[in-house]
C-alpha cells in the first residue's frame, strides 16, 4: 500500500492503492507513518498512485467502526499528519488528480503543495454527515484563513487547482511536480531543514528570534571559510 524510493536526496512515498483511490486504512496509516519516520533524506515527496492523490480514510473501513474505533482511528490519522509536519525532511505533496478528506489533510501537514493543473480539493465529509479529524480543523483555517476554511469544510464543494492557489491551499500549479523537489534538492540541505524548524516554530517571539540568531550563528560556524567565494 505504501511504496518507498530514494533518489539522491529524494525519498519519494507513494500511497499505492489506487483501485480505492488511494483510500487510507489503519494499515496504510502506520505503513505511511513508518515511511516517513525511517527517512533520513532531506526531502520527502508524498504522492499517490493512478488517477488520484488521495481520497482520505477508506469509508468501508470508517462504516464498521464503534465510536470508541472511529476516535482512535482519528487519533491515528492526527499523529501521521504531526509526524508529516514534525519531520527533519522538507516535505512536498506531489498532487495530481483529487485530494478528499484525510488525503487533503495530509497535504496540509506538508511543508509544500505542488498541484497539476488537473488536482482537485474537497473537504467533503459534511455532505455525508462526517469532517475530516486528521487535523484538518486545526490546519485548515492556519492556512486559508477562518472564513475560507468555514465556507470550504461546509460546504463540501471541490475546487480547482487555480482556487485552491488563490486560497492558499497549493504552494504552486506545475505540469510535473517533482520539479519543486528537484530544485529543493539543489540547495543547501541542512539550511532547508534549519529554516522549517525556524518557520515552524510556534514559541513566543522573543524565544523564536533568540533560536533563529543561534541558528544562523551556527550555520555561519559551519560553513567558516567557505561564504567569501560567494561574494566573487
Not at 498512485?49 to 482520505?56: E, K, S, V, W
Amino acid at each position: 500500500m505504501i511504496d518507498v524510493d530514494s533518489e539522491g536526496s529524494i525519498r519519494t512515498v507513494t500511497i499505492d492503492r489506487p483501485e480505492r483511490r488511494n483510500a487510507l486504512t489503519e494499515a496504510g496509516l502506520e505503513a505511511l507513518e513508518r515511511a516517513i519516520a525511517g527517512s533520513d533524506d532531506p526531502i520527502i515527496a508524498l504522492r499517490g498512485a493512478g488517477p488520484a492523490f488521495c481520497a482520505g480514510a477508506d469509508l468501508s473501513v470508517v462504516a464498521e467502526l464503534d465510536r470508541d474505533g472511529a476516535e482512535a482511528f482519528a487519533r491515528l490519522g492526527q499523529r501521521v499528519a504531526r509526524r508529516i509536519e514534525d519531520s527533519d525532511a522538507i516535505v512536498v505533496a506531489e498532487i495530481d488528480g483529487p485530494a478528499r478528506g484525510g488525503g487533503l489533510e495530509l497535504a496540509l501537514a506538508c511543508d509544500v503543495r505542488v498541484g497539476t493543473p488537473d488536482s482537485t480539493y474537497g473537504e467533503p465529509g459534511a455532505t455525508f454527515g462526517l469532517f475530516g479529524a486528521w487535523g484538518g480543523t486545526v490546519r485548515l483555517p492556519r492556512i486559508v484563513g477562518e472564513g475560507d476554511a468555514l465556507e470550504f469544510a461546509c460546504t463540501g464543494r471541490a475546487v480547482g487547482a487555480e482556487e485552491a492557489l488563490r486560497m492558499g491551499l497549493l504552494s504552486r500549479i506545475e505540469a510535473e511536480p517533482r520539479t519543486v523537489a528537484e530544485e529543493l534538492a539543489a540547495n543547501e540541505t541542512g539550511a532547508l531543514a534549519v529554516l522549517k524548524r525556524r518557520i515552524r516554530d510556534d514559541a513566543d517571539r522573543e524565544t523564536q528570534e533568540r533560536r533563529e540568531a543561534e541558528a544562523f550563528g551556527d550555520l555561519v560556524d559551519a560553513h567558516a571559510g567557505s561564504l567569501e567565494g560567494l561574494l566573487e
